[in-house]
């Protein structure tokens, strides 16, 4: 579905949840795909909105499910919110919520973790959000520390069914400050454009490659670059007319683009 162009990529930037694997299982020709972007030694980067792991943790997962990516070649909500903070206020303070992929993050940003009059409250996924952390940063937002959020997304998958995400627990803090948060994560373009400075490529050869209208490809759109739709994850054909945007190209999944590397 969806001509080619004879545009020339030279970058890949992907999702991975719905793109690359599903529920821990690999998606067909992921694998294959990841395997020619390192033979021809193509830069790219496997993005995800996932705060909780760090890119160590996500690359043995990968690796676990059969697809081979290096951890300097996942780049995460987490890794953009510190690059993000360390360009706003270098070696600046932080309370925050959230698991091991945000706080080694943004320790290995030269943030220090406080309670006490941090610069900022940065809130990212945890599987057991605390009334109390909940309760702590409300207060240290009322007294002015400004409000960042890894990503806006509502809900996270589990077996059991949907878990409240971070946009969620944003909108009760939101609710009891009058203050919004700013997102760095999908849809978010800042954090295509870190991760576009992290393997120095240029937007004009580099395509996106997500499973999401409303977060990969709006958000590869707005950052300049060339977008395929993956019908292996949430949207299913029908769906992308509802949009009043198009990615560039639609495909059944990641196979199809294994001979355009």
Same mark, same amino acid.
């Given at each position: ?13 992907? *999702?991975?949840?719905?793109? /690359?694997? %599903?529920? @821990?299982?690999?998606? =067909?020709?992921? +694998?294959?795909?990841?395997? !020619? $972007? ?18 160590? *943790?996500?690359?043995?997962? /990968?690796? %676990?499910? @059969?697809?081979?990516? =290096?951890?300097? +070649?996942?780049?995460?909500? !987490? $890794? ?182």
């Amino acid at each position: 579905m969806g001509a080619m162009t004879s545009r020339t990529i030279e970058c890949w930037l992907t *999702d991975m949840d719905g793109v /690359l694997v %599903h529920e @821990g299982e690999a998606i =067909p020709g992921a +694998a294959d795909f990841i395997a !020619a $972007l390192r033979e021809h030694e193509r830069p790219f980067l496997v993005l995800t909105n996932n705060s909780i792991y760090t890119a160590r *943790d996500l690359a043995a997962r /990968l690796a %676990h499910s @059969g697809i081979d990516v =290096p951890e300097e +070649a996942i780049w995460t909500s !987490a $890794l953009a919110t510190a690059t993000f903070l360390t360009e706003q206020v270098p070696n600046g303070s932080a309370y925050v919520i959230g698991e091991a992929g945000l706080t080694t993050a943004m320790h290995e940003a030269g943030y220090t973790l406080t309670e006490s009059s941090p610069d900022y409250v940065v809130l990212g996924e945890t599987r057991t959000y605390s009334f109390e952390a909940i309760t702590k940063a409300i207060r240290l937002i009322k007294a002015g520390a400004r409000f960042i959020a890894t990503n806006p997304d509502t809900t996270g998958p589990s077996a059991e069914g949907p878990l409240p995400a971070t946009g969620a627990v944003a909108a009760m803090i939101t609710a009891a400050t009058g203050r919004s948060p700013y997102y760095v994560g999908k849809p978010n373009p800042m954090m295509f454009r870190s991760a576009l400075n992290r393997v120095e490529a240029h937007s004009e050869t580099t395509a996106m490659i997500g499973d999401r209208m409303d977060t990969d490809v709006v958000a590869g759109i707005e950052a300049g670059l060339e977008t395929f739709l993956v019908l292996t994850g949430s949207t299913a054909p029908e769906d992308v007319d509802h949009h009043p945007f198009r990615p560039t190209h639609v495909v059944d999944s990641v196979a199809d683009l294994v001979d355009r590397v």
